[in-house]
Nanobody, 128 residues
Framework: QVQLVESGGGLVQAGGSLRLSCAAS????????MAWFRQAPGKDHEFVAA????????YYADSVKGRFTASRDNAKNTVYLQMNSLKPEDTAVYYC?????????????????????WGQGTQVTVSS
């Protein structure tokens, strides 16, 4: 089992930056692909980014490509989301998730229902 705790959210002006962190418990962190999702009020979970177990494979949603960067440090059991050039439409609760996938593909890793473990979320608010 994996427990996930996000941090780093906050209030930022449009054009600003934030870095989210997700710390995982347990010794099997490197066995899981990790992802970031977000949920705005009244909307479903939206895929943001997924990163493979080694960190060598990364997928991004088109809406964040070129602005957000996902990374992980398996020695620290932590995954990160660097968010630059933030826009008001990026406002949401951001969640990290862990999933055990037989293969790292877009079809699998962009779907929220494929992830077994979730953090509690961290609020990101971007003002215009």
């Amino acid at each position: 089992q994996v427990q996930l705790v996000e941090s780093g959210g906050g209030l930022v002006q449009a054009g600003g930056s934030l870095r989210l962190s997700c710390a995982a418990s347990g010794r099997t962190f490197s066995s899981y692909a990790m992802a970031w999702f977000r949920q705005a009020p009244g909307k479903d979970h939206e895929f943001v980014a997924a990163i493979s177990r080694s960190g060598g494979g990364i997928y991004y949603a088109d809406s964040v490509k070129g602005r957000f960067t996902a990374s992980r440090d398996n020695a620290k059991n932590t995954v990160y989301l660097q968010m630059n050039s933030l826009k008001p439409e990026d406002t949401a609760v951001y969640y990290c998730a862990a999933g055990g996938f037989s293969e790292f593909t877009v079809a699998l890793t962009t779907r929220s229902n494929k992830y077994a473990y979730w953090g509690q979320g961290t609020q990101v608010t971007v003002s215009s």
